[in-house]
């Protein structure tokens, strides 16, 4: 072998001698060969790697660039669907199908693929609500036929570039939509008409988190929740032809739709699917999050009421079941080991071992969450929609949060009694009314807020960003609600007449960047403060009060930290 080398060694030398230009043009020809095929397989498998980061399959991946001008009629495979000119540069499509009506057997599973459908769907009206709890009548606005989502998208794209998109999950306390149909014209021209806006509906109540050892063996749990996923998985198939860039997907929402974020972000245990890539979220809510076996008695209120108790297959006679006869007995009862009366809310997310593994605070305490750049924040006054104007002593408020916090000891109420003793009085009110909409919105909202903030910051160094909202009007201020929960989303979404006006460009300035860029800054408005990151350390949060010039920095004060450090130490006891 040593001589076979030396000697080619030798003729190597000899050609590269004699002749030099035979030489370097065969070398040069030999790493082309050899280079060019190694970049080109690089580029592809690159590709393929990053088309890859979800289950969409390598076919369905988006173009790199799009037409100037999208078209009306989209042809997404299973069905077309004929979009509308929205004014204002913007088209829009309603109604669009992004699962199978979750019907009969359906009825309590996972979303499955919407069905092939090959007549042309004019996408002009919004599908119906899906239907909510508590209800006792049918409602002919709702729909168990509900998973609909809508697109609005700028007509014109002089870049031919694919957008940033925005998904919107609607609040409601998982109980009920409570912003149905948002448009997202105002904030699309808002940010310079370079976003892409899904909004949907996903099924909630009894439809969406009907949770027993039964639905566990035969069905699924949490499929509310999992509706959400099967609108974000058809947004990485299908967005692209609305010139959505699936590979720039932030992920929104207000109260319910808050919590959703922070689900989704924890999801599996934090596992990265690749389907959204950054947050932002609105008086995001930490709900109680019942098990399998302490939401028994919810299975079993409603299988009795509806006749399906004596049933072999309760389940199966509960899915046989006419939608009226459930609608019609779908009422709120109170949870085992409360004072007696209903929660606000009474079907929510459960842990289910999978999608939802551990408690919400556990989760991001242990790092198991998706981490990418964030907002997360608050109304000053969360909880005054929310407490009984009833509460006229200490004992009543302490009911009040146990109805709803069952898992309270009588500890964890003397020390809540100490953080909000009687407080201001305010006409028509109780004397602890105020007392009892502070420490419930603190529990239940804000402190959840500061916490995920800072466990985002804590994890990775993630960009997290926090605020609060403080436009208050002159009634609410009289009539003691302040600056009630989710009071931003008018001025976010641009509502025509909302009560925040002059807050609208400042608050949509910062919001459209951050979907455009991860980083509410860069498109901020030249005389909007710079807002900057939140980190355990400062607590530094951006304060927007009325006066656009007032908007500023500022730190969580001490007193908040030392209670949301309490409410935080008993919240996973209190299954948050």
């Known amino acids: 072998m040593a001589a076979i080398i030396r000697s080619f060694r030798q003729k190597f030398a000899l050609v590269k001698g004699q002749h030099p230009f035979l030489f370097w043009s065969c070398f040069t020809i030999i790493l082309i060969l050899i280079f060019v095929p190694a970049i080109v397989l690089g580029l592809f498998f690159g590709l393929a790697k990053r088309s890859g980061a979800t289950s969409i399959p390598a076919t369905s991946t988006p173009p790199p660039s799009i ?170 198939k299908y967005i692209h032809l609305f010139g959505g860039d699936p590979g720039h997907v932030t992920i929104g929402g207000d109260s319910a739709g808050g919590a959703s974020v922070d689900l989704q972000l924890s999801a599996y245990g934090g596992r990265n699917d690749g389907l959204f890539h950054a947050a932002a979220a609105e008086s995001q809510s930490f709900g109680p999050q019942l098990t399998v076996e302490e939401s028994q008695y919810q299975y079993d209120g409603i299988i009795e009421r509806v006749g399906c108790a004596n049933d072999t297959d309760t389940l199966q006679c509960l899915r046989n079941t006419d939608v009226a006869v459930v609608v019609e007995n779908n009422i709120n009862i109170p949870t085992p080991g409360g004072a007696g009366g209903n929660p606000l809310y009474m079907w929510s997310p459960v842990i289910d071992g999978n999608f939802t593994a551990n408690y919400t605070y556990n989760e991001f305490a242990q790092g198991h969450f998706v981490k990418v750049p964030s907002i997360f924040g608050d109304d000053t006054n969360e909880g005054t929609i929310w407490a009984p104007g009833s509460l006229n002593s200490s004992t009543a408020m302490d009911n009040f949060l146990k109805d709803n916090f069952v898992n309270l000891t009588e500890s964890d109420l003397e020390q809540i009694n100490s953080f909000y003793p009687e407080s201001q009085q305010f006409p028509g009110k109780g ?146």
Request: proline content about 7%; some cysteine.
């Open 67 to 236: 037409p100037t001008s999208i078209p009306l009629t989209v042809d997404l495979g299973y069905s077309k669907y004929q979009g509308a000119d929205a004014a204002n540069g913007v088209s829009q499509w309603l109604g669009i199908r992004y699962a199978a009506p979750p019907l009969g057997n359906l009825r309590f599973r996972a979303p499955t693929d919407p069905l092939s459908n090959d007549t042309l769907q004019v996408a002009d009206t919004h599908g119906p609500l899906c239907h909510f709890s508590p209800s006792t009548s049918l409602d002919p606005t709702h729909s168990e036929d509900c998973l609909f989502l809508d697109v609005y998208a700028p007509t014109q794209n002089e870049t031919a570039i694919l957008h940033p998109v925005f998904v919107y999950f609607q609040g409601g306390g998982f109980n009920t939509l409570s912003n149905p149909n948002l448009n997202g014209t105002s904030l699309i021209n808002a940010g310079d008409n370079d976003i892409v806006i899904v909004t949907f509906n996903y099924r909630v109540g009894v439809w969406g988190f009907l949770t027993s050892q039964e639905v566990q063996a035969d069905g699924d749990l949490n499929v509310g929740l999992l509706d959400q996923r099967k609108c974000l998985e058809w947004v990485q």
């Open 431 to 576: 004397t602890f009314w105020e007392a009892g909409a502070n420490a419930y919105g603190e529990m239940r909202y804000t402190c959840p807020g500061i916490y995920i903030s800072t466990m985002i910051s804590s994890h990775g160094g993630t960009p997290s960003y926090n605020y609060r909202w403080d436009v208050l009007s002159s009634q609410n201020a009289e009539n003691g609600f302040g600056v009630t929960h989710t009071a931003e989303l008018a001025s976010i979404w641009g509502f025509s007449g909302a009560p925040d006006n002059a807050l609208i460009p400042t608050i949509q300035a910062y919001w459209t960047s951050f979907i455009r860029t991860k980083n509410p800054n860069t498109y901020r408005l030249e005389s909007s403060p710079e807002w900057t990151t939140f980190n355990a350390t400062s607590m530094q949060r951006i304060h927007i009060p009325n006066d656009p010039k007032n908007v500023t920095m500022e730190s969580v004060p001490a007193d908040q930290q030392a209670r949301c450090k309490f409410l935080t130490s008993i919240g996973p006891s209190l299954e948050q």
